[in-house]
């Protein structure tokens, strides 16, 4: 199974900062028919289901404000929080789905330092 | 869209449970459906995956063999049977909408049903 590492497992970021999760996939996600990565983001706060953040590494769901936004392919990919609300204090996963089982990170715990 | 599931609850260790999730607001037909799982304060784990005419399946091989996703179009909701539960079964199963069809990308989620696996 493809096994993804995200880095940290949690993070501390002052209101208005960047934050910054890194996803690293044990093999590429990178498809060579359509050259899309097979690698997305999810927002889960407590009590909730996951929402979707991005697709395809870097498209960014419909509503999802531009202050997300995903970057990277290959086999490393980041997921960036360009000024930091408050109400961004969540879990958030990548999750890879170029091959079954669709496989998860282990998750990023973001906070407000 | 609105995905709602049922059916969790407690059950012993080699029983069995059918949740079900009951679509709105879509085409059901035209969407791969999936399960998620979460166990309690841990990550998440896709569980199985479903086509719009019911004929395609894929489970993760924790639950082959265990576990069959179904789907009746004309009530436009998605099963997920589960036999022969284990403690480690033990999680909050999600049914989610999938906008790339096999291809798992979450873009409708239910708020999940609690299954616990225990004597």
């Known amino acids: 199974d493809m096994v993804l590492t995200q880095s940290p497992d949690s993070l501390a970021v002052s209101l208005g900062e960047r934050a910054t999760i890194n996803c690293k996939s044990s093999?590429?996600?990178?498809?060579?028919?359509?050259?899309?990565?097979?690698l997305v983001w999810y927002q889960q706060k407590p009590g909730q289901p996951p929402k979707l953040l991005i697709y395809?590494?870097?498209t960014r769901e419909s509503g999802v404000p531009d202050r997300f936004s995903g970057s990277g392919s290959g086999t490393d990919f980041t997921l960036t929080i360009s000024s930091l609300q408050a109400e961004d204090v969540a879990v958030y996963y990548c999750?890879?789905?170029?091959?079954?089982?669709?496989?998860f990170g282990q998750g990023t715990k973001l906070e407000i330092k | 869209v609105q995905l709602v599931e049922s059916g969790g609850g407690l059950v012993q260790p080699g029983g069995s449970l059918r949740l079900s999730c009951a679509a709105s607001?879509?085409?059901?037909?035209?969407?791969?459906m999936h399960w998620v799982r979460q166990a309690p304060g841990k990550g998440l784990m896709w569980v199985s995956r479903?086509?719009?005419?019911?004929?395609?399946?894929g489970y993760t091989d924790s639950v082959k063999g265990r576990f069959t996703s179904s789907r009746d179009n004309a009530k436009n909701t998605l099963y997920l049977q589960m036999n022969s539960l284990r403690a480690e079964d033990t999680a909050v199963y999600f049914c989610?909408?999938?906008?790339?069809?096999?291809?798992?990308?979450?873009?409708?989620w239910g708020r999940g049903t609690l299954v616990s696996v225990s004597s």
């Open positions: 989610a909408r999938s906008r790339d069809g096999y291809n798992f990308i979450g873009d409708y």
């Open positions: 607001g879509f085409t059901f037909t035209s969407y791969w």
């Open positions: 479903i086509n719009g005419d019911g004929r395609t399946t």
């Open positions: 093999q590429s996600v990178l498809s060579s028919s359509n050259n899309n990565n097979y």
């Open positions: 395809w590494a870097s």
């Open positions: 999750q890879q789905c170029y091959s079954t089982p669709h496989t």
